[in-house]
């Protein structure tokens, strides 16, 4: 079985259970999934330089359309040829559409059947966001991923409230659908139906009628509480075509990741390890630590000794500790890059594992060295278990 994105196959390596691994080409390279996309809201994945990204493995990031949309326009960068010589990235990008910011910013917008209407968070001006100007501004970008607009339910909307919002999303879509004719640019279709499981199987089923190149997974990791999330998880990705790539938005905890991949998903974002950086946190193997507890002042070692980035390789974890306490700059940069090579090369791992038929033993032993006795990864833990189940 193989994707094809203009006469290019796409192919499955490999299956474990429900845990997919696969690649898939862009125009500016070739995605091996599961893959984790650094976010770079503004066109900067923030601390961390295009040569960090590379060194430490990313193969594709997050651009926002509505943020580069006011700041500093999508002509400007068009007319310096589009967001890869912008940026001087030369690997792939996906920009998400807006919507996400159609839930994140309720008291600026306006809501209607053809689109939204924005007061900008910069001056207050008005910005007009239908699915064809979306489109439109995605293809001046040049991204290789484009996301289709859709109108996320805000976590506490009514059933009513996510039904409006679920079929104004399928509608949104058929337009970008129509309106979309970059064509070295694939658009990705978004499936909602807010916190019902149904709900949620009827929007993947409609999206995946529509046949895009991929689909995602939205409306999720919202605020819902965390027991909630892997049922509607799992009817979303059960009424996705399997011969498509599955993109789960806004997901970054690495206990989710595992999961969520078990259940079979193939592509993750989130700026979960950028802002844990900035805030002194930082991944181990042993769980989440924060570098500027007293007890990191004297130890020579690595943040973690199994990591490979430059933070582990050249710093100690006293000197990342005295960068933090000073508030030095390059404490954040170096816990960015750890945080963000953490996640990539537990996506390595975890190709690996399904290639080997041992994703399930891998992501179990994994969270029992991780989150032991913590909650989010016990209930990881029930999800990869089930997903895993014959």
Request: proline share 5%; with cysteine.
């Amino acid at each position: 079985m193989c994707w094809r994105f203009y006469n290019r196959p796409v192919r499955f390596h490999a299956r474990n259970g429900r845990a997919r691994r696969a690649e898939f080409a862009t125009a500016h390279g070739v995605i091996q999934t599961p893959v984790f996309m650094p976010v770079g809201t503004r066109a900067t994945v923030k601390t961390l330089s295009p040569a960090d990204l590379r060194a430490i493995g990313a193969e594709i990031i997050l651009a926002n359309t509505y943020h580069l949309f006011i700041r500093p326009g999508h002509g400007l960068i068009e007319r310096l040829g589009g967001l890869h010589s912008f940026m001087a990235w030369d690997r792939s990008i996906l920009t998400d559409s807006g919507g996400f910011q159609v839930v994140s910013l309720t008291d600026l917008r306006k809501v209607d059947d053809e689109g939204v209407t924005f007061r900008s968070h910069i001056d207050g001006s008005q910005l007009r966001f239908t699915p064809e100007s979306v489109v439109t501004t995605q293809e001046a970008l040049g991204a290789d991923i484009a996301m289709a607009f859709d109108h996320p339910p805000a976590w506490g909307s009514s059933d009513s409230e996510a039904a409006q919002a679920t079929l104004r999303s399928l509608s949104w879509a058929e337009r970008c659908r129509k309106a979309h004719g970059r064509a070295n640019q694939m658009l990705f279709g978004i499936c909602q139906g807010g916190f019902a499981a149904e709900a949620r199987a009827e929007s993947a089923r409609a999206i995946a009628g529509l046949d895009f190149v991929g689909n995602a997974i939205g409306g999720l990791s919202v605020g819902e509480p965390k027991e909630l999330l892997w049922p509607l998880l799992a009817a979303s990705l059960g009424s996705l075509p399997e011969d498509r790539p599955r993109y789960v938005m806004g997901m970054g905890a690495p206990e989710d990741l595992l999961a969520a991949i078990a259940m079979g998903a193939d592509m993750f974002d989130c700026v979960l390890p950028t802002r844990l950086g900035r805030n002194g946190a930082f991944f181990t193997r042993g769980g989440r630590q924060n570098i500027g507890n007293a007890r990191f002042r004297e130890v020579p070692g690595p943040l973690d000794a199994e990591c490979d980035c430059e933070a582990c390789r050249v710093h100690s974890t006293t000197y990342i500790h005295h960068l933090f306490r000073v508030d030095e700059i390059l404490g954040l940069r170096l816990l960015s890059l750890h945080n963000t090579r953490f996640l990539i090369r537990l996506m390595e791992q975890s190709r690996t594992a399904i290639e080997s038929g041992d994703f399930g033993e891998f992501a179990l032993e994994f969270l029992g060295r991780y989150g032991p006795t913590n909650a989010s990864c016990l209930q990881a833990r029930v999800a990869i278990v089930d997903a895993m189940r014959p």
